[in-house]
């Protein structure tokens, strides 16, 4: 099991390295990057723009272009949309600030170097380093995908249990229903219809509709912090869960009812076991493995994916919303230094997954298989 670690740890360099070249090439040749964001906001004469270009404002862009701004010059540079009228020893700047300067390996050589070293570089538009951005946001988005998580895997999986042994009956046809229904329904509509119900949208106000704790939160006892913590996160974990409620739900049945239907099953019956017996210590441990692959799976994806929606909704400022925003506004260092911590990190829980294979059933041996 060791060297099978060890070669998929080995393996994790040159995947990364390749997901990182495609992402690299597709943000970095899209039009619409940071310098004709720039350019489109000069065109437009915005003082507030055009002081963040020269450094005015604190935390925005560089300063010392402002000596170059000649919005009377005729001569255009057509490498950029809307670059018309500005003078091209300003675009040059530009390019020389967000680091356009160089050729595109140049610039992918010199960002993977600096990743190697855990230097993410500092984002565009805000005055924060990236890795500084990532912890600040970090905490919201765990705290999402961790409760969403167990609270779908601790419903779903008795749920799953309880439709493979009764199959076919009303339980089985009427919960199947209510899964269904529940799978059908976006989470973020959910959300919606969460905070018109009970956050004082229309009906009950029960549940806070903003942040993840209250504003007087610091001077609360250790009790009162849980108890606030727990109100502000119901309702978005609740939203999240119910899409990966419905399949981790029927997975779990499907997944018992092959195993009740295997040979070993009929033979423990026959030797007298009980029921009980035979579904948790022999049929458990064996339909669990396709449950607990998952498990890592579905983590990540509400972790970093799955809560951008409710993120906004019940403006929680984590991870989702962090990378939407820099995406949007082409932040670059913020869009590769998030992109290459969430991948590392997406390889190595895929990892622990199969290491969990061999936990939940020792029979299993990656020794013998090819990685």
């Known amino acids: 099991m060791f060297a099978y670690i060890i070669r998929r740890l080995l393996l994790i360099i040159p995947t990364l390295f390749g997901i990182m070249v495609l992402n690299f ?13 720039v350019i489109a906001e000069l065109s437009g004469v915005n ?28 001569s255009s540079v ?15 700047d530009l390019e020389k600030q967000f680091g356009f300067d160089k050729p595109l390996w140049s610039r992918f050589l010199t960002m993977m170097e600096n990743y190697i070293k855990l230097d993410f570089g500092e984002s565009f538009y805000r005055d924060q380093s990236v890795i500084s951005l990532i912890v600040e946001k970090l905490p919201v988005s765990i705290t999402l995908g961790l409760w969403t998580t167990l609270l779908a895997y601790l419903i779903s999986i008795p749920l799953g249990i309880s439709k493979a042994v009764r199959d076919g009956t009303r339980f089985d046809v009427w919960t199947s229903a209510l899964i269904i229904g529940g799978y059908s329904i976006p989470s973020f509509l959910f959300a919606i219809l969460l905070i018109v119900l009970f956050a004082g949208g229309t009906y009950v106000d029960w549940f806070p509709l903003r942040g993840l704790v209250s504003s007087g939160f610091d001077s609360l006892s250790i009790g009162g912090k849980i108890l606030d913590y727990l109100w502000h996160i119901i309702l978005p974990v609740i ?5 990966g409620f419905a399949t981790t739900t029927m997975l779990t049945k499907n997944s018992f009812m092959e195993e009740i239907n295997k040979h070993y099953v009929i033979t423990a019956r026959s030797k007298g076991l009980t029921e009980r017996r035979v579904l948790y210590r ?37 991870l989702g ?46 020794e013998r298989r090819d990685v």
């Open 25 to 37: 090439l597709i943000i970095q040749t899209a039009p619409g990057g940071p310098v004709e964001k």
């Open 47 to 74: 003082v507030e723009a055009t002081n963040r270009v020269t450094g005015s404002q604190q935390g925005e862009s560089r300063s010392g272009v402002s000596d170059l701004v000649d919005f009377s010059s005729s």
């Open 78 to 92: 057509s490498k950029y949309r809307g670059s018309r009228g500005l003078d091209p020893d300003l675009i040059a």
């Open 239 to 243: 939203a999240l869960a119910i899409g």
């Open 282 to 318: 022999h049929v458990f441990r064996n339909a669990m493995l396709i449950i607990i692959s998952g498990f890592p799976g579905a983590f990540i994806g509400i972790l970093f994916t799955g809560a951008l929606l409710i993120e906004v909704i019940f403006s929680l400022d984590g």
């Open 321 to 366: 919303l962090l990378g939407f925003e820099a995406l949007m506004n082409r932040d670059y260092p913020v869009i590769f230094g998030t992109l290459f911590f969430f991948t590392l990190i997406g390889l190595v829980v895929n990892l622990i997954g199969d290491v969990m294979y061999v936990v939940v059933d020792p029979r299993i041996d990656f």
